[in-house]
């Protein structure tokens, strides 16, 4: 185990990865000398080398383009777009030709390829720093879309992002970057201490972890806490408001379920459901603004399936629908956990 930061552990993925399979590649605007703007590729370059981790000129288009080159003739490249609100050019690139490769070529070519970005308020930025538009790329079929709230997964579903076959959009949340340190079940001593083997019944060895092989699958939600009265349904930054927004209910004694959904394309429906008829409301937290967000859909989801379990409307705590404010405003625009309680205590009084 290790205490560390997400960006530590994004950081800490991309060195195992690109340690363990010499197919992969990192690019993008100061990733190598600088190790990029937050510094979560920092080190690498220097390990790796010049070739491996790529400097790339300020053109987005060019980044995303050349890694779908790179990933359909075998390549995993890991391409780093330095703000969410960076990523505009590029998105003719990703939805006309990364998201449909698989489709366009009926399977003979698949595209491995991972898009982070740091995206969400929180560090107080300029213009295109801070925005939450992750409804236009989940709205993209053939892309996968993922978003960690802690250390830990932002570690294991980056392996899992890098691995996986198709295109990933793997959303990080500035305003967590540092925000706290966490364990991640990764081992970074000795060698002999790290492999570790796995038995059956009879003590005959099924399989060999070996160091650093911690995955989160992708498509599945994280209980963070169980509870009764209520569903609380968040990710990325504002899963953490929601646990403050939990504390407040608590000294009432109200006692909500916080999902973390992780990926939210493709999005795993059946926590929802499970976790709203075993309480029988839901409140839906997204920093987004609020026409057209995802939780407008998970709205959706849940009146379209669970009608007869519910007790109260569906709730929605989003930001505004405006652009996201310039620093001095930035803590008015989105969701707090007093904003939060409100919406609990809202969903209960009806």
């Known amino acids: 185990m290790v205490k560390i930061t997400i960006l530590e552990a994004i950081n800490k993925a991309l060195n195992y990865e690109m340690n363990r399979d010499s197919s992969v590649v990192v690019l993008g605007e100061d990733v190598g000398k600088e190790g990029g703007v937050f510094r979560a590729t920092e ?6 080398g010049a070739e491996r981790v790529v400097d790339t000129p300020l053109a987005e288009a060019g980044i995303v383009g050349s890694a779908i080159g790179m990933a359909i003739n075998g ?31 009926r399977g003979l070519y698949t595209c491995p390829l991972v898009i982070r970005t ?40 980056l392996l899992s992002a890098i691995r996986d076959p198709d295109p990933v959009l793997f959303l990080e949340p500035t305003k967590l970057y540092r925000a706290f340190k966490e364990e991640v079940p990764i081992d970074e001593g000795d060698k002999k201490a790290l492999d570790k083997k796995e038995s059956d019944k009879s003590g005959n060895i099924t399989k060999t972890v070996k160091a650093g092989e911690y995955t989160v699958p992708i498509g599945k939600a994280r209980i963070v806490q169980e509870g009764m009265d209520c569903t609380l349904i968040s990710w990325g930054a504002m899963v953490k408001e929601c646990e403050k927004a939990a504390e407040l209910l608590a000294k009432e004694e109200i006692f909500p379920e916080i999902i973390d959904l ?14 709203v008829k075993k309480t029988g409301r839901a409140v839906i937290v997204q920093e987004a603004p609020r026409t057209l967000g995802l939780s407008s859909e998970i709205s959706s989801i849940i009146t379209e ?46």
């Not at 080190?43 to 790796?48: A, E, H, I, P, S």
């Not at 505009?88 to 998201?99: G, T």
């Not at 960690?148 to 579903?157: E, F, I, K, R, V």
């Not at 989003?318 to 001095?328: A, E, G, Q």
């Open 43 to 48: 080190g690498l370059q220097q390990k790796y």
């Open 75 to 105: 390549l995993k490249p890991v391409c780093e777009i330095q703000f969410f609100g960076f990523i505009y050019p590029a998105i003719n690139q990703i939805i006309n030709h990364a998201s449909r490769m698989r489709t366009r070529s």
């Open 118 to 157: 740091p995206y969400g308020i929180g560090i107080k930025a300029l213009e295109h720093h801070s925005e939450s538009t992750e409804a236009y790329f989940i709205h993209t079929p053939g892309l996968k879309v993922v978003i960690p709230s802690t250390a830990a997964d932002a570690y294991g579903l």
């Open 262 to 275: 992780r990926t939210v394309s493709p999005m795993d429906k059946e926590a929802i459901l499970a976790s």
């Open 305 to 350: 399936n669970s009608m007869a379990d519910l007790q109260a409307p569906v709730i929605r705590v989003t930001s505004f629908d405006i652009i996201p404010p310039l620093p001095k405003a930035e803590h008015y625009y989105a969701p707090d956990p007093y904003r939060i309680y409100r919406g609990v205590k809202k969903v209960l009084s009806y």
